[in-house]
């Protein structure tokens, strides 16, 4: 196997025996070839739409199948190999109803007849450095392929909530097509990439308005970080539309349900929070699942990704939704219109012991999505205008294991008093529960939301920058990002895509930039690794 997507990839440079995040090279291989099917699909879908034939059912499996490859979503064979074959059966039935000729590549691809025939075929066709290839664009059409991961998770969710747009389709078709260009070179192949920023940018807005349109404004919220005695259900991931069918299916039933990592947001949606056994957030970050979810005394549901092996006695009580998977897990399929039926979840909810007596431990508010800070807009230009807030921070991204995170925790910790930090994403659980004060009355840790909400910072940030009269890059802001997966990946390229420049990314730098492209996104954008101190890079940014 050869994987260098994500931030924890063995030794910086490639997971080769086996994930560090417990990928298995069958997996691995079974991954690589629905990309390459999903490509091919992809190249057949962008000739069929200039015959103007368009097939939503491609549509949606093509961001399906990407989306399945992201880090941590799924880690079952037997799906990969189900999906593949779909891949490349749409493909063909869309060609031979397009009248779309042979095309070359991923787009003639005939998939093997058993695993281990696509074991073999993954070793020509997935992510391991070939002889004489081009490094520069090996890296380049890599970072597009992971980009589009990203997209097609955010793509996924929107359109689970029927925000669905068939130009954002025809971009990303248009955009896996291109990865097989050869006549490309590094400048159009950088613009492909940044592309890929432009495309996020759309999907990102699509979820948007399915989650607010569905849901609501996010408005300030306290969440507990204590529990409630009684039954207790587990929801971790991004999915609310999971979130809500769960939480009417488990009404009324002396069950209280429970948030986990990118979920913490959640509790800000009034059509979520109107529930009264919706009542708090436990625990903290995915990579901290293996020792969390064996003390949770309830069922767990994984709507989304960063699924890690199962611990302890997790295994039972642990399900799967959506396309997260984990081999032997149980998992709830997607039944007509949409609707799931969580009542596994529900009854194993009910078998388990769950929380003995209440228990306090403290709260942290969220909600801070762009509605609400720019509800409070006149107050924050005032205090920006009087020097009441000298400085804004957007601290954000994923969290991970690294021992080298911690630089987030002291990051934050350290800003001066009259700055102001905005957060979203799991990277937020290095400091989400400290007390920051406030400054007149505004917060000084606004928790935007989850990743995806990264559309609603950037609202929040084009429109400080029209009140000020000046560009984004001209307002007192500072992005401290961290990554882990590829929708950050997505993220990053989408802030290229505005032409944001000076942002700090740790806590390393992608295994698959290649140094010359590293420094086309230095010498274009400022882009620079976080130092080894934060007191260091806090200094530099405030001069
Ligand atoms: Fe975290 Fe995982 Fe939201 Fe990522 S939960 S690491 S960027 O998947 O998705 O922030
Ligand atoms: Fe390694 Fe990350 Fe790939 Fe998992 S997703 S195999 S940890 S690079």
């Given at each position: 196997?050869?994987?260098?997507?994500?931030?924890?990839?063995?030794?910086?440079?490639?997971?080769?025996?086996?994930?560090?995040?417990?990928?298995?090279?069958?997996?691995?291989a079974l991954q690589d070839m629905l990309t390459y099917a999903v490509i091919g699909l992809g190249q057949v879908a962008?000739?069929?739409?200039?015959?103007?034939?368009?097939?939503?059912?491609v549509?949606?499996f093509v961001c399906a199948g990407l989306f399945a490859t992201?880090?941590?979503?799924?880690?079952?064979?037997?799906r990969f190999v189900v999906w593949i074959g779909q891949a490349v059966a749409l493909r063909k039935a869309l060609a031979?109803?397009?009248?779309?000729?042979?095309l070359?590549g991923p787009a003639s691809f005939e998939p093997a007849?058993?695993?281990?025939g696509l074991?073999?075929q993954s070793?020509i066709w997935g992510?391991?450095?070939?002889?004489?290839?081009?490094?520069?664009?090996?890296?380049?059409?890599?970072?597009?392929i992971?980009?589009?991961r990203?997209?097609a998770?955010?793509?996924?969710?929107?359109?689970?909530?029927?925000?669905?747009?068939?130009?954002?389709?025809?971009?990303?078709h248009?955009?896996l097509a291109?990865t097989q260009?050869?006549?490309?070179?590094?400048?159009?192949?950088?613009?492909?990439?940044?592309?890929?920023?432009?495309?996020?940018?759309?999907?990102?807005?699509?979820?948007?308005?399915?989650?607010?349109?569905?849901?609501?404004?996010?408005?300030?919220?306290?969440?507990?970080?204590?529990?409630?005695?009684?039954?207790?259900?587990?929801?971790?991931?991004?999915?609310?539309?999971?979130?809500?069918?769960?939480?009417?299916?488990?009404?009324?039933?002396?069950?209280?349900?429970?948030?986990?990592?990118?979920?913490?947001?959640?509790?800000?949606?009034?059509?979520?929070?109107?529930?009264?056994?919706?009542?708090?957030?436990?625990?903290?970050?995915?990579?901290?699942?293996?020792?969390?979810?064996?003390?949770?005394?309830?069922?767990?549901?994984?709507?989304?990704?960063?699924?890690?092996?199962?611990?302890?006695?997790?295994?039972?009580?642990?399900?799967?939704?959506?396309?997260?998977?984990?081999?032997?897990?149980?998992?709830?399929?997607?039944?007509?219109?949409?609707?799931?039926?969580?009542?596994?979840?529900?009854?194993?909810?009910?078998?388990?012991?769950?929380?003995?007596?209440?228990?306090?431990?403290?709260?942290?508010?969220?909600?801070?999505?762009?509605?609400?800070?720019?509800?409070?807009?006149?107050?924050?230009?005032?205090?920006?205008?009087?020097?009441?807030?000298?400085?804004?921070?957007?601290?954000?991204?994923?969290?991970?294991?690294?021992?080298?995170?911690?630089?987030?925790?002291?990051?934050?910790?350290?800003?001066?008093?009259?700055?102001?930090?905005?957060?979203?994403?799991?990277?937020?659980?290095?400091?989400?529960?400290?007390?920051?004060?406030?400054?007149?009355?505004?917060?000084?840790?606004?928790?935007?939301?989850?990743?995806?909400?990264?559309?609603?910072?950037?609202?929040?940030?084009?429109?400080?920058?029209?009140?000020?009269?000046?560009?984004?890059?001209?307002?007192?802001?500072?992005?401290?990002?961290?990554?882990?997966?590829?929708?950050?990946?997505?993220?990053?390229?989408?802030?290229?895509?505005?032409?944001?420049?000076?942002?700090?990314?740790?806590?390393?730098?992608?295994?698959?930039?290649?140094?010359?492209?590293?420094?086309?996104?230095?010498?274009?954008?400022?882009?620079?690794?976080?130092?080894?101190?934060?007191?260091?890079?806090?200094?530099?940014?405030?001069?």
């Amino acid at each position: 196997m050869f994987c260098y997507q994500c931030e924890q990839t063995a030794k910086g440079s490639g997971c080769t025996v086996g994930g560090v995040c417990g990928k298995n090279p069958q997996v691995a291989a079974l991954q690589d070839m629905l990309t390459y099917a999903v490509i091919g699909l992809g190249q057949v879908a962008h000739a069929a739409r200039q015959k103007g034939v368009i097939d939503p059912e491609v549509d949606r499996f093509v961001c399906a199948g990407l989306f399945a490859t992201l880090t941590n979503v799924d880690f079952d064979p037997d799906r990969f190999v189900v999906w593949i074959g779909q891949a490349v059966a749409l493909r063909k039935a869309l060609a031979q109803k397009a009248g779309v000729g042979p095309l070359p590549g991923p787009a003639s691809f005939e998939p093997a007849a058993d695993v281990a025939g696509l074991e073999a075929q993954s070793k020509i066709w997935g992510f391991a450095p070939l002889e004489g290839q081009d490094p520069d664009a090996r890296s380049l059409i890599h970072l597009t392929i992971f980009g589009l991961r990203g997209v097609a998770a955010y793509a996924d969710h929107a359109a689970i909530l029927g925000q669905e747009d068939p130009e954002l389709y025809a971009q990303i078709h248009a955009a896996l097509a291109a990865t097989q260009d050869t006549t490309l070179g590094a400048a159009e192949l950088t613009a492909l990439a940044l592309k890929v920023g432009e495309i996020n940018l759309r999907a990102m807005e699509l979820l948007d308005a399915g989650n607010t349109g569905r849901f609501g404004h996010p408005v300030p919220t306290s969440v507990p970080l204590g529990h409630k005695a009684g039954k207790a259900i587990l929801v971790s991931g991004h999915d609310l539309e999971d979130l809500a069918q769960l939480l009417e299916q488990s009404a009324g039933k002396g069950i209280f349900v429970y948030t986990h990592g990118e979920m913490l947001p959640t509790h800000g949606y009034p059509e979520l929070k109107k529930h009264p056994h919706f009542y708090g957030h436990y625990g903290t970050a995915w990579q901290n699942q293996g020792k969390e979810f064996p003390e949770f005394p309830g069922a767990i549901l994984m709507t989304t990704n960063c699924i890690q092996r199962p611990k302890g006695d997790t295994g039972e009580k642990i399900f799967t939704t959506g396309l997260v998977g984990w081999p032997g897990v149980p998992h709830i399929a997607e039944g007509p219109g949409g609707k799931k039926d969580f009542g596994p979840v529900i009854e194993k909810a009910l078998a388990l012991p769950g929380f003995a007596a209440d228990e306090d431990k403290g709260s942290v508010m969220v909600g801070f999505a762009r509605n609400a800070v720019l509800g409070v807009a006149d107050k924050i230009i005032e205090a920006v205008k009087s020097g009441a807030i000298k400085h804004f921070f957007l601290v954000a991204g994923c969290d991970g294991a690294k021992p080298g995170r911690n630089y987030y925790t002291e990051f934050v910790e350290k800003t001066p008093a009259d700055t102001v930090v905005l957060t979203l994403a799991c990277g937020k659980f290095r400091f989400f529960d400290k007390n920051l004060g406030d400054i007149g009355g505004i917060p000084r840790l606004l928790d935007v939301g989850q990743c995806n909400d990264a559309y609603s910072a950037i609202q929040i940030a084009v429109a400080l920058a029209g009140a000020f009269n000046c560009g984004v890059n001209d307002l007192p802001l500072s992005m401290v990002l961290s990554w882990y997966e590829q929708k950050a990946c997505a993220i990053l390229l989408t802030l290229l895509h505005l032409g944001i420049k000076g942002i700090r990314l740790g806590p390393s730098l992608p295994a698959f930039i290649s140094p010359n492209v590293l420094k086309v996104l230095v010498d274009n954008f400022d882009i620079k690794p976080i130092s080894a101190s934060a007191d260091e890079d806090l200094k530099a940014i405030l001069g």
